[in-house]
């Protein structure tokens, strides 16, 4: 049974916290990596989609073991995330670079006149390619977008999130793998990031695997992080997950087929900031890193 968590639960933290953030390598650290040693960066996305996203993204970093945030240029709660981003300058940033809206009740739109881009209602398509179960017409992919539009909008909005958040950026990622769905694709998106001067994959980086299915409770999410990083071998892991907490707002954001995103995402939020997970990682000397860290290694 999915267990919702109250804001209470979430802002209290205490002593753990404070003695796990000190015994912590200082964000930014670029000493060589011994052979035998752990490292992993820990990455929560979608900061811009709401602004319980928003508030749990920046929690995750400063109360808990992510390094890294992925804010959405084009997102309704955009400037809210610079705000919390500029308040937090220490938490290393990357353009989530956004072609789809996958959401039924909160939509968003490119930040250019791009027509093939979009839907009747002039928002983004919800999905990268068209998916059996969604209605027809609602694939990225399948509606032939125009490559001039997809680059200017790309383009747009990388220059949007460095020019608010100047000499914070250090990287690009994809929201729903649609900026490099095709070769096409990503060559245009790597030479945009390269014109940015910004990192964009990082092949030395392992997948972490599954530990927090949308099923689970907080108390199994957390306990399947647990294990997993008990687990973990030398070499530089990387960890993709939503955080968020479970407010009125989030309660309303779904999509079919996903209908229990508060919970989820406040599980993940659970699980990032748990005592018991940072007593493995400090424990177990688990260096946590973000991109820059990743990049100049």
Not at 124 to 145: E, I, M
Request: aromatic share 8%.
């Amino acid at each position: 049974m999915l267990i919702r968590r109250t804001l209470l639960q979430y802002l209290t933290f205490g002593a753990a916290s404070a003695s796990f953030a000190a015994a912590l390598p200082t964000l930014g650290t670029q000493r060589a990596a011994a052979a035998d040693e752990i490292r992993l960066l820990v990455r929560a996305d979608d900061m811009s989609a709401a602004q319980a996203v928003n508030e749990a993204c920046v929690r995750t970093c400063t109360q808990g073991i992510a390094r890294s945030v992925e804010v959405i240029a084009s997102g309704p709660w955009f400037l809210d995330a610079v705000r919390l981003l500029k308040e937090n300058p220490g938490i290393d940033v990357g353009v989530h670079l956004c072609l789809t809206s996958e959401w039924e009740r909160v939509k968003w739109r490119p930040l250019t006149a791009a027509a093939s881009l979009v839907d009747e209602n002039g928002y983004f398509f919800p999905t990268t390619r068209q998916r059996a179960d969604f209605p027809p017409n609602t694939g990225f992919l399948d509606a032939k977008p125009q490559p001039e539009e997809v680059e200017r909008e790309l383009r747009a909005q990388i220059e949007r999130v460095k020019r608010h958040l100047p000499g914070r950026v250090s990287h690009v990622s994809f929201h729903m793998g649609a900026a490099t769905a095709t070769p096409e694709l990503r060559a245009m998106t790597t030479r945009l990031a390269k014109e940015a001067a910004l990192g964009m994959e990082y092949p030395a980086l392992k997948d972490f695997g599954r530990w927090s299915a949308s099923t689970l409770s907080a108390e199994e999410k957390e306990q399947n992080l647990v294990k997993r990083l008990e687990e973990l071998t030398a070499g530089d892991w990387l960890l993709v997950e939503h955080p968020g907490l479970d407010t009125p707002e989030t309660r309303n954001i779904f999509h079919k087929g996903y209908e229990t995103v508060a919970a989820d995402r406040a599980g993940v939020t659970h699980a990032f900031t748990s005592a018991k997970v940072k007593d493995v990682i400090a424990r177990r000397r688990i260096k946590l890193i973000s991109y820059a860290d990743a990049a100049a290694k």
